[in-house]
């Protein structure tokens, strides 16, 4: 059975957009043990410790860096625009002797912007350092698939991975490690100390079994009309209140400002009570915007794999509401 799983999950990613890996394994462990793993790899292959960073504020990968005994060095982020973003020339400036990997990340909540994976991986063949690329969310994604694509073909990835529940629609508690080099997943796979449950196994056989190629590009298709519908009913919402969406392109989700309200948090916190669970209200200081300091509070919304018209449309009417009464 993992056997046929592994053998399902490297055909998958092919078909969705990434031909050219040759290895793939289905972790029974979320994606920041994931990370783990594959970096105990690089230190192991390298004898060094010291991990390029650009920043995004997630707990999970520092910790992953951290759990290996590794160190992260932190790229702050910089606003342009409306965007967050590492600059390239940084990344390549902070590369030094003792770095043993650069992890970027493919998808994360707006204002941040997707790493320019590409020439991340360009770097990392220039200056002989592994590549791992965080893609928690990007199998659903059209172009960020082209882009790890792409980053493969154009200089080096080691490896990138990916949330079972996130892109399968499964129970949390399963990633999957691909790579270009089939060697260095099965160090992966060698690296997993003792044994551990099927379920997560299991759980994404029968998606990916019952999906079907068909099936999944069909739920691709309804992600992206999802968030140009989240958009479109965002940017009514927006004019409403004075507020405006952010000029940052991501493939699921959608921020707006929030500068007309004296409490921002409190949009966030009554949207929780109207069972509006996954918007995520952040202040200019707060661990989330991954600067040091952005321009003004916001919202996030998200329309990711799975999620339907009808959840969108009532979403942002209870977005609506909270606004008129907060």
């Known amino acids: ?10 055909d998958a990613l092919r078909n969705f957009g990434v031909p050219n890996i040759r290895g793939a394994i289905v972790l ?29 504020d997630h707990k999970s990968p520092l910790k992953a860096i951290r759990l290996v005994g590794m160190k992260a060095n932190v790229l ?41 994976v590409v020439e991340i991986a360009k770097i990392a063949e220039k200056y002989g ?11 659903q994604s059209r172009e960020i698939m082209k882009l790890v ?16 529940d996130k892109n399968f629609l499964t129970p949390v508690g399963g990633s999957i490690v691909a790579s270009p080099n089939e060697e260095f997943i099965t160090e992966v796979s060698s690296a997993y100390p003792g044994r551990a449950s099927a379920a997560p196994i299991l759980h994404f056989m ?13 739920l691709r298709d309804d992600q992206e009309e999802c968030k140009r519908l989240l958009e479109h009913e965002l940017e009514a919402v ?60 916001y919202i996030t919304m998200s329309a990711v794999i799975g999620c339907g018209k009808e959840e969108i449309l009532m979403a942002v009417e209870r977005l609506d509401k909270v606004l008129s009464s907060v």
Request: glycine content about 6%.
């Open 1 to 10: 059975m993992y056997h046929l799983a592994n053998r399902l999950a490297l």
């Open 28 to 56: 029974p462990v979320a994606t920041g043990m994931a990370l783990a793993l594959a970096l105990s790899v690089v230190r192991e292959k390298t004898g060094k410790n010291l991990v390029v960073y650009p920043r995004v």
């Open 76 to 116: 702050e982020g910089e606003v342009a625009d409306d965007a967050v973003k590492v600059p390239i020339e940084a990344v390549e400036k902070a590369v030094s002797k003792n770095t043993a990997a650069i992890i970027s990340t493919t998808t994360f909540f707006p204002p941040r912007a997707v790493d320019d």
């Open 129 to 139: 350092v592994f590549h791992v690329i965080n893609n928690a969310y990007g199998v």
């Open 149 to 164: 694509r792409k980053a493969i073909d154009k200089g080096r990835v080691d490896a990138f991975i990916q949330s079972t």
């Open 206 to 218: 029968v998606a990916i079994l019952s999906l079907g190629i068909e099936g999944y590009e069909k």
């Open 238 to 297: 927006a004019r409403k209140h004075g507020e405006r969406i952010l000029n940052v392109w991501n493939p699921t989700a959608v921020a707006m400002t929030l500068n007309n309200k004296e409490s921002p948090e409190k949009v966030g916190h009554y949207l929780y009570t109207l069972r509006v669970t996954g918007a995520r209200v952040l202040k200019p200081k707060d661990f989330g915007v991954c600067c040091k300091e952005y321009k003004f509070p």
